[in-house]
Structures are given as structure tokens and as C-alpha cells.
Nanobody
Framework: QVQLVESGGGLVQPGGSLRLSCTASRSILFFRAMGWYRQAPGKERELVARLTRGGNIDYADSVKGRITISGDNAKNTVYLQMNSLKPEDTAVYYC????????WGQGTQVTVSS
């Protein structure tokens, strides 16, 4: 079992930046993958970005060049740095960890609006 606690969401104007954090309740060093998904109203949950144990990084095409995922093993934390935010980035963002099973955080709201 692992708990994932997210923080950093909020309201930001178009073109602005936010950094999301996801801290796991135990070491992430041997997680198969850890990353972020998002779900906008009326849409399916989709991958934003993830890190895999093999060192690969996957990004959704819609966020490439604007969003960066990184991890800090010492803090059991994964970050999502989001720049040049657009209204279409508005969604609930969920942290995801793949270990023996798949685990989800409670979600954090990101709203991009003027």
C-alpha cells in the first residue's frame, strides 16, 4: 500500500505557471512508474507525463515543451512544472504510481482562466 498526497493546484491566468507536487508515503525508488494524469469535465482521464523506473519519460503531445516532470527520490516526490498554461489545461490533476498495483492521489484542481 502507498498513499499519494498532491499539492500545488490553483487558479492561474493563461500563460502562467504552476508546480504540482506528489509525495508518496514510502520510497519511490523501486516504483515501476510514477506520474500525472488529468481529467477535464466531460472527458476521460488522460496521461500528462510519467517517469518510469528504466529512466524513460513520457509526455502527452499536447504538453510537450510546456510541462516538465521530475523526481526527487530522497523526498519520495514527483513534480510537475507547468509553464505557458492554456485554458485547455484546466482539469483535475491526479498523481499515479505503479508498483504492485496502481495507486492514485485524491486529485488537485488546476484552473487556467483570465
Amino acid at each position: 500500500q502507498v498513499q499519494l498526497v498532491e499539492s500545488g493546484g490553483g487558479l492561474v491566468q493563461p500563460g502562467g505557471s504552476l508546480r504540482l507536487s506528489c509525495t508518496a508515503s514510502r520510497s519511490i525508488l523501486f516504483f515501476r512508474a510514477m506520474g500525472w494524469y488529468r481529467q477535464a469535465p466531460g472527458k476521460e482521464r488522460e496521461l500528462v507525463a510519467r517517469l518510469t523506473r528504466g529512466g524513460n519519460i513520457d509526455y502527452a503531445d499536447s504538453v510537450k515543451g510546456r510541462i516538465t516532470i521530475s523526481g526527487d527520490n530522497a523526498k519520495n516526490t514527483v513534480y510537475l512544472q507547468m509553464n505557458s498554461l492554456k485554458p485547455e489545461d484546466t482539469a483535475v490533476y491526479y498523481c499515479n504510481a505503479q508498483i504492485d498495483s496502481t495507486y492514485w492521489g485524491q486529485g488537485t484542481q488546476v484552473t487556467v482562466s483570465s
